[in-house]
């Protein structure tokens, strides 16, 4: 079974500085990945997504993400923080059910402060 | 644009009340739509496989008697909380499963606050 793990609940950086999430997998296949943020009281919206093409994945909002197979790792980046990018993260798999559509496996979160 | 609607985006209810939650996928025909409820400051929880045409499939511990779901066309899923009470109060999110233009990629709506007091 797919499963996700999200390393850390809160992650605090000052604005202009670097922001590093981690998420770890664990999959019997390979899996696509999605990364997701969610503002107060908002819906989600998708960052980016990985589906076994280049490995070196970038969204929006200067968002990337490196699938890294040997460490079952989806690490999410962007190199200067912004105060808008305050909010919930998820890191979330896929998972194939028998009627061949996909079900998410969601990661606990990771709430990111950016710091003035 | 939004592709996943969701009505009403909040709702206040007295406990005993039943709520009903639409969730319209506007631009894709969607045979399989998913429920979801979070609670403050937690992750999604999957409740539910609504199946449109079928049964919907429920999550072990989701009472089905307790949340109705009905997939009657290819847009449209509802979600109904019957006999409401104070601790079905939740933000729920629905999402379609899509094959195009990625394979497996949901797209969610933008949720539902529910309140019962």
């Known amino acids: 079974a797919q499963s996700v793990t999200q390393l850390d609940s809160h992650v605090s950086v000052s604005e202009g500085t670097p922001v590093l999430l981690r998420c770890n997998y664990s999959?019997?296949?390979?899996?696509?990945l999605f990364w997701y943020v969610q503002h107060p009281n908002k819906g989600l919206q998708l960052l980016l997504k990985?589906?076994?093409?280049?490995?070196l994945v970038k969204g929006i909002n200067g968002f990337e993400a490196e699938f890294k197979k040997s460490e079952t790792s989806f690490h999410l980046t962007k190199p200067s923080a912004h105060m808008s990018d305050a909010a919930e993260y998820f890191c979330?798999?896929?998972?194939?059910?028998?009627?061949?559509?996909?079900?998410?496996?969601f990661g606990t979160g990771t709430r990111l402060k950016v710091l003035a | 644009g939004a592709v996943v609607s969701q009505h009403p985006s909040w709702v206040i209810c007295k406990s005993g009340t039943s709520v009903k939650i639409e969730c319209r996928s506007l631009?894709?025909?969607?045979?399989?739509m998913f429920w979801y409820r979070q609670f403050p400051k937690q992750s999604l929880m999957l409740m539910a496989t609504?199946?449109?045409?079928?049964?919907?499939?429920?999550e072990q511990g989701v009472e089905k008697d307790k949340f109705l779901i009905n997939h009657a066309s290819l847009t449209l899923s509802t979600l109904t909380v019957t006999s409401a009470h104070p601790e079905d109060s939740s933000f729920y999110i629905c999402?379609?499963?899509?094959?195009?233009?990625?394979?497996?990629?949901?797209?969610f709506g933008p949720g539902t606050r529910l309140t019962v007091l």
């Open positions: 979330v798999v896929s998972d194939r059910l028998t009627s061949g559509t996909y079900k998410y496996i």
């Open positions: 999959s019997s296949y390979s899996p696509s």
């Open positions: 990985y589906t076994s093409a280049a490995t």
């Open positions: 631009d894709f025909q969607a045979t399989t």
């Open positions: 609504s199946n449109e045409g079928s049964k919907a499939t429920y």
């Open positions: 999402s379609d499963a899509r094959t195009r233009p990625v394979d497996n990629e949901q797209f």
